[in-house]
């Protein structure tokens, strides 16, 4: 009886987990935007500098556990979110907030 709630919390866990992990990577992905000015696949003349993909980073959030993050980035590599620090490996405030939301 008691393993079946477990595994329920643990099912739980991982959704939230991959729930967070995507929503920091799509508002990440937007920041982006709003950096190169203008949205995916748009291009404009004279400007070279345009999306480049994204590189995967964990970020570990208390009481959550590690998330896994699609980082974006540019064709110079001038671009630099604010969403998580880069130097940070984890971050007590956005498990603050996120909890509000869960």
Known sequence: MKEQPEQLYEMIRADIKEAIGRYFSDLMDVELTHFLGRDRYER?????????????????LKGIGEVDLKIPRDRKGVFKTHVIARSKRSEDTLRQDLCLLF
């Open 44 to 60: 404009r003349d004279g400007d070279i500098n345009h999306r480049n993909g994204s590189y995967g980073r964990g970020f570990t």
